[in-house]
C-alpha cells in the first residue's frame, strides 16, 4: 500500500492527513513522529488527521509511525520535517537553516 502525508513539513501543532488503508476508529488510536506522540482523528478507513507533537528547536526530519490500538506501531514510511519551533518561518536558501519571523515593534 502507498501512503502519503499532506503537508509534510512544517511546525509543532498542526494538522496533517494521512492516507492509507485500514485504518479503523479506535479510542488507542494515535500518531508517533519519530519518538513523539501526538492524537490522530479518523476520518475514513483511507484517511486519518494527525496533530504533530511538540519537538525541540532543531530543524528535522522525523518517521510517521500509527498505531490503531496502543500497542503495535505501523511504520508508514513517510517522513515529516519539522521546519521552525516558531510559526510563521522564513526558510534561508541553504535549507539547513530556518529561521522564525519576528515582528519588530
Known amino acids: 500500500d502507498a501512503f502519503v502525508i499532506t503537508p509534510n513539513s512544517g511546525g509543532e501543532d498542526i494538522m496533517v492527513t494521512l492516507k492509507g ?42 518517521f510517521v509511525f500509527v498505531t490503531m490500538d496502543g500497542q503495535i506501531w505501523q511504520n508508514m514510511t513517510l517522513n515529516y520535517t519539522y521546519t521552525c519551533k516558531l510559526r510563521p518561518c522564513l526558510t534561508t536558501a541553504n535549507s539547513q537553516l530556518t529561521i522564525p519571523f519576528q515582528r519588530l515593534h
Not at 506522540?37 to 476520518?43: D, L, R, Y
Request: with cysteine; proline share 5%.
Open 21 to 62: 488503508s485500514h485504518f479503523f476508529n479506535s479510542s488507542y488510536m494515535a500518531c508517533r513522529f519519530g519518538d513523539a506522540i501526538g492524537p490522530a482523528t479518523f476520518i475514513s478507513t483511507s484517511m486519518i488527521n494527525c496533530t504533530t507533537p511538540k519537538t525541540d528547536y532543531r530543524v528535522t526530519t522525523v
